[in-house]
């Protein structure tokens, strides 16, 4: 894994933590959909999706959630 995918798992974790409080976890996926949707380049949102699809390991609930959405 490179270090550009490691900081993009770690920064899309982080914005789901920090937007997850008090919100159903479907609610916070779609925030943070909306959040990359508006922020993110699309080339780190295909990388994002590219390891979600291979692996998805390091991305906790919520983020798996909103990379599912994301895909679609």
């Given at each position: 894994m490179t270090i550009r995918l490691n900081?993009?798992?770690?920064?899309?974790?982080?914005?789901?933590?920090?937007?997850?409080?008090?919100?159903?976890p479907i609610q916070a996926a779609d925030k943070v959909v909306n959040h990359l949707t508006l922020f993110w380049a699309k080339s780190m949102k295909a990388q994002l999706i590219q390891y979600y699809q291979n692996d998805g390991a390091e991305l906790n609930d919520i983020s798996?959630?909103?990379?599912?959405?994301?895909?679609?």
């Open positions: 900081s993009i798992i770690k920064m899309c974790n982080q914005i789901s933590d920090n937007i997850g409080h008090h919100l159903t798996k959630l909103a990379v599912e959405k994301l895909s679609q």
